[in-house]
């Protein structure tokens, strides 16, 4: 059924409002415009010699290309990813890449390559390791964050950790001591034959300025003083009240103007300034972590992937993006609510635009869950969705548990209830590797309006995953994502590019959306049936429900293959297992195939534990039928 009103007919009022849009907002130096033209180049040399002769840890622009979507894949979409090391289970679970690991050496980590595991990332914790800093110098708390009222603090999830009778303190990643700890810690990795270096936290104190009121630090204050006497001249600077940048301190500035802690808490973004303080922190730890990836790559004499333990949401969860191989992350899969989470589809669909796997857990919280009521069904699900969509969720064999009350404890999920579906993935490899999603549809994620509050998109893509609609997520960078423009060859791969409602683009974004609306090809979400005005139903299910349907495609000599992941969502809450659907028939139309219809000869059904079998193929008025003859879990239908 049609809606009333198709999403066609709606005004465009981002297109409207771009004419009053400020080019060059306060706290920037280069406008998104200006960074994407040849200027960027010249902005970003000044300001890098202007960081390097200050030193310390001022925060210069990421000396970065415009090709942050081309980097080495280092993830292959059929790996099966250990969080944690357990070399007994390699073997049994199929394991290729360690994800989190701590501390192995050399030799361990020979032994673990002869077994088969390609990829070792040893991982350094920006905020878990308070008791090695603690060992490292006795003068550690001096790098300690301070928030407002200058006090430090723990980490807040970790309250039930001590160590020599100190709490677990969040350190400070703008101080040069804890730097020193860091930067000790990264040699040990390099010097142990690691493939990748992982972070834990990576934000480090950057993450504590939206909730904790920090940081307020001495070397955090005079990073900011440096901050801001590299990006304003001083008439700017003494319209906000800074008359001399030599001694300021921004806590005293605020203090001055009667600012107190708790009204701090409470109106810190809209105190003088608070934009850019933040902007400082979030630079300052996405240059310090590109920084500490290249100085282990020049200890290696090679490279070595950076993994971030970053959940993609956000533009400040994003800034690291240019500088990784892989995601390597907790993901919230809503484990209490007993259902096949459509959450995750978000991280997964971004990291396919940002060009980049995503390797995940499920949050503290979800695992807590799950050992607390055993629902090794529900896991399941949440693996295959995650390979479904390219990506990979951690092998379950060891987990990190969080509850408020209970605090840190551990999941062993049972090897009998996964290894077989990690096995299915290691064995048909090659349904999985080459695969990319089939889309004939893009929807728009624009950084830019995502740092004014705008442009969300994860009810658009909630709603296509359930709705069966395949999609794409198109990415639009800015001066925190850089390397991410959208252009109008990005757009020709796609029929039709679906843009949020409350969009606020940049004056190159909205001219190029404009340019797209007027041919056609550029849309403004309003919901699926005015999507399926335009495409018709690109998937659809005939003959039972609640099955979600994936197709991949891989591109080849002989023409594309497609892979179509066939995922039951009818989960039975009362006793963890899947309600099989009955016989059901896939139509799928001529934009998810890529080719003539006819020219499909062959269908074969993969699942796991059974034997692959061959079903029916029948060309319709519409695209291709497939016949499935049932669905207990999860199915790989393989075109050719
Ligand atoms: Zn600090």
């Not at 062993?412 to 999603?437: C, I, K, M, N, Q």
């Not at 080719?595 to 059974?610: I, N, Q």
Request: aromatic content about 10%.
């Amino acid at each position: 059924m049609l809606p009333r009103t198709s999403c066609l007919d709606r005004p465009l009022s981002w297109v409207r409002k771009i004419a009053s849009l400020p080019c060059v907002r306060p706290s920037r130096l280069v406008s998104p415009s200006v960074a994407a033209s040849g200027g960027k180049r010249v902005a970003v040399a000044v300001r890098a010699v202007i960081a390097l002769a200050i030193g310390g840890v001022a925060a210069g622009e990421t000396v970065l290309g415009d090709d942050a979507a081309e980097t080495p894949r280092v993830i292959r979409r059929s790996d099966v990813v250990f969080m944690y090391d357990n070399p007994a289970l390699y073997e049994a679970y199929g394991c290729t890449v360690m994800g989190w690991a701590g501390r192995a050496d050399r030799e361990h980590i020979a032994g673990a390559h002869q077994k088969g595991v390609r990829v070792f990332a040893s991982s350094v914790g920006f905020r878990t390791e308070f008791a090695g800093m603690i060992d490292f110098s006795p003068r550690f708390a001096e790098a300690r964050c301070l928030n407002f009222a200058g006090e430090p603090f723990i980490v807040p999830w970790l309250w039930d950790h001590k160590h020599k009778g100190e709490p677990a303190w969040w350190f400070c990643t703008n101080s040069p001591l804890y730097r020193s700890y860091l930067r000790q810690r990264l040699e040990r990795v390099v010097a142990s034959g690691a493939d990748a270096l992982h972070i834990d936290d990576y934000t480090g104190t950057a993450g504590a300025v939206t909730w904790l009121d920090a940081c307020f630090c001495p070397d955090c204050m005079k990073g900011f003083r440096e901050y801001l006497r590299s990006r304003y001249d001083a008439a700017q600077l003494r319209e906000w009240g800074v008359a001399d940048l030599y001694a300021f301190d921004y806590g005293a500035f605020l203090r001055q103007q009667g600012i107190t802690p708790d009204r701090y808490h409470k109106e810190r973004t809209k105190l003088p300034l608070a934009e850019a303080f933040l902007d400082f922190h979030v630079r300052s730890v996405t240059d310090f972590v590109a920084e500490f990836r290249r100085e282990g790559e020049r200890l290696k004499g090679g490279p070595l992937p950076l993994a971030v333990n970053s959940n993609l949401n956000g533009p400040m969860n994003l800034a690291i993006t240019p500088h990784l191989g892989y995601f390597c992350c907790e993901l919230d899969h809503r484990a209490a609510s007993r259902e096949v989470p459509l959450q995750p589809v978000y991280a997964y669909k971004l990291a396919d635009g940002l060009h980049r796997s995503v390797t995940s857990t499920a949050s503290g919280g979800d695992w807590a869950y799950i050992n607390e009521h055993r629902l090794p069904g529900l896991v399941r699900t949440w693996a295959a969705l995650s390979y479904a969509f390219g990506h990979n969720l951690m092998a379950p064999h060891r987990m990190w548990c969080y509850t408020q009350q209970k605090g840190t404890h551990w999941y062993s999920g049972p090897t009998e209830e996964y290894v077989w579906l990690y096995r299915f993935v290691r064995e048909h490899a090659d349904l999985f590797d080459a695969f990319e999603a089939a889309a004939p549809l893009a929807v728009l994620y624009d950084n830019h309006s995502q740092r004014q509050g705008k442009g969300s998109i994860q009810d658009i893509v909630r709603t296509l995953a359930d709705a069966n609609v395949p999609f794409a997520v198109v990415v639009q960078g800015d001066d925190w994502l850089p390397g991410y423009r959208i252009t109008g060859e990005t757009l020709a791969r796609y029929r039709l590019l679906v843009v949020p409602a409350d969009l606020q683009p940049d004056s190159e974004l909205a001219a190029l959306l404009q340019a797209e609306t007027e041919q056609g090809r550029a849309v403004v979400w309003s919901d699926v049936a005015a999507i399926q005005a335009r495409l018709g139903e690109p998937v659809r299910v005939q003959g039972t429900d609640r099955v979600l349907v994936v197709p991949r495609v891989r591109t080849g000599q002989g023409g594309s293959t497609l892979a179509v992941h066939l995922l039951n969502r009818a989960y039975r809450k009362e006793d963890d297992r899947m309600d099989p659907r009955p016989p059901f028939q896939v139509l799928l139309s001529p934009d998810v195939l890529g080719r003539p219809a006819e020219t499909f000869r062959k269908a074969t059904l993969y699942a796991p534990r059974v034997e692959p079998v061959e079903v029916r193929l029948q060309g319709v008025e519409k695209g291709l039928q497939i016949e499935v003859p049932g669905l207990d879990f999860w199915s790989i239908v393989e075109l050719q």
